[in-house]
């Protein structure tokens, strides 16, 4: 009986945890744009609010940028 439980409890969590990793940027729509990019890095542009950010190469966005400024959301 108390492994059933902590398998419930295990699996709400990692339910929760799966669902908040790829849930940061529901509100964004992240298109790259290769040719606005510089050598080693990665561009991408919001659909949604128009958001700009450049990463490294290899690395997509995680976090929704609306209504923020600053570096990473020129």
């Known amino acids: 009986m108390p492994l059933v439980l902590i398998g419930f409890v295990l699996f709400f969590v990692l339910a929760w ?4 990793s790829r849930s940061l940027t529901r509100d964004c729509l992240w298109r790259e744009d290769r040719r606005r990019a510089g050598p080693g890095e990665s561009w991408f ?17 995680r976090d929704c940028l609306r209504g923020r400024t600053g570096r990473g959301a020129d």
């Open 17 to 20: 945890w799966w669902h908040r």
């Open 45 to 61: 542009h919001c659909l949604a609010c128009g958001a700009e950010l450049t990463l490294p190469r290899g690395q997509e966005p």
